[in-house]
């Protein structure tokens, strides 16, 4: 039976070389860094009470919608994929490598406190191989070179036994460019793709008029986030994100120390359900788009940053991108977190600390639905 690598280098004139295969998530790879602070601008506090400079406490509220409201957040999407290098691929006298991926998006709705259940999958396979792959780059049939490859190995037994299927081929350029590793341009690649999914399952929520004041989606991770080599992008389809925030348990605490003074320490020093002021900020990935980004604290931990969550939302309307995003969604929105935050999995994964349940069902529901890394590289 024809392995899959074999028939992608038959059909596109290569010769691959069975290399070893490993997943990169299981070794130090690079990473897209949506927290750097270089081309960060912060331009003035970012909500409608520009008196407040200190930290406030939500806990009285969060008690209160505990008891009396239902939750804000009937959605959580969570978003993921696994990458592996799986060969390396000779066109002409250089070698590229061939970066296969999972990828996971998810969405979970709470209709009630008794009914959590899963309502969007996506979990396609991928792979990503140079450019050159396609000898006649160049003459316009580019798209149409790569849909009719895909199409040709979905027939093949390896996949058809199993009842698999390739979603698409992902191509990278092959271009040389000093210290941009091939590997990365993969990587990249199958990142794109996820985000693209990210944004069109959003989109279907939008869509089915699912999110509105009374139902808002939380995703996991920064709203931060573009196409490669699409600035514009989020600008355009900024209006579905009216009722989404982007909840990170990673951050980097110095991302707006440039404009904000002592934010690290601001940070560090939040009591137990205090949030931080909302500060408003742009930037050069993305100029068109501006946010409201504040912190807050779900639990007390040692760490001075563990138990702290950096909370997100594009800022829509005109008036907000003004005024600032009202402070008192602002607090609505973090107390509605504040209750999300139990029971957490001690133990298990190191950043407990910010959990926030429902996601953290979600992330478990993607990763159960991937295909063992053995099962997946071995249909290379």
């Known amino acids: 039976m024809e392995r899959i690598l074999d028939f992608i280098a038959k059909e596109t004139d290569g010769k691959n070389y069975k290399s070893y295969k490993y997943c990169f998530e299981s070794v130090d790879i690079p990473k897209l860094d949506y927290e750097d602070k270089r081309g960060i601008k912060v331009n003035k506090k970012g909500e409608t009470d520009k008196s407040r400079s200190n930290s406030k406490s939500i806990q009285n509220l969060a008690v209160k919608i505990s008891k009396n409201r239902t939750p804000l957040f009937k959605f959580f999407l969570d978003g993921s994929r696994r990458t592996y290098k799986v060969d ?10 061939v970066i296969a991926g999972q990828i ?15 309502v969007n999958l996506k979990n396609p396979l991928v792979v990503s191989i140079p450019d050159i792959a396609n000898a006649q780059t160049n003459m316009g049939n580019h798209d149409l070179f790569f849909t009719n490859l895909i199409k040709k190995l979905n027939e093949q037994g390896v996949l058809e036994k199993q009842n698999l299927k390739l979603s698409k081929i992902l191509p990278y ?26 944004q069109k399952v959003v ?8 999110l509105n004041d009374e139902s808002f989606l ?25 009722c989404v925030v982007g909840v990170s348990k990673a951050f980097n605490p110095e991302a707006l120390s440039n404009d904000v003074k002592d934010i690290s320490r601001i940070i560090a020093e939040l009591k137990l359900y205090h949030r931080t002021p909302a500060f408003m900020y742009q930037t050069e990935r993305i100029p068109d788009v501006k946010f409201a980004v504040w912190y807050l604290r779900i639990r007390n931990t040692l760490s001075p940053f563990d138990g702290v969550l950096k909370i997100e939302k594009i800022l829509v309307r005109d008036i907000q991108e003004e005024e600032g995003l009202d402070s008192d969604e602002i607090d609505l929105i973090s107390a509605n977190i504040i209750n999300e935050r139990n029971p957490v999995s001690y133990g298990k994964d190191n950043r407990w600390a910010k959990h926030l349940y429902p996601v953290h069902l979600t992330e478990n529901y993607i990763k159960s639905k991937y295909l063992s890394d053995i099962h997946f590289i071995n249909l290379f």
């Open 218 to 242: 939380i995703k996991d991770g920064s709203l931060e986030y573009i196409k490669s080599g699409e600035a514009r992008e989020l600008s355009v389809i900024k209006s579905n994100y009216d």
């Open 173 to 198: 350029s092959s271009k040389s460019i000093k210290d941009d590793k091939y590997e990365d341009r993969g990587i990249a690649k199958i990142q794109d793709e996820m985000i693209a999914l990210e």
């Open 88 to 97: 390396d691929i000779a066109y002409g006298k250089k070698l590229y490598p």
């Open 203 to 210: 989109f279907e929520l939008v869509k089915a008029k699912k």
């Open 104 to 118: 996971g998006v998810a969405v979970c709705e709470r209709k009630d406190k008794h009914t959590f259940k899963p």
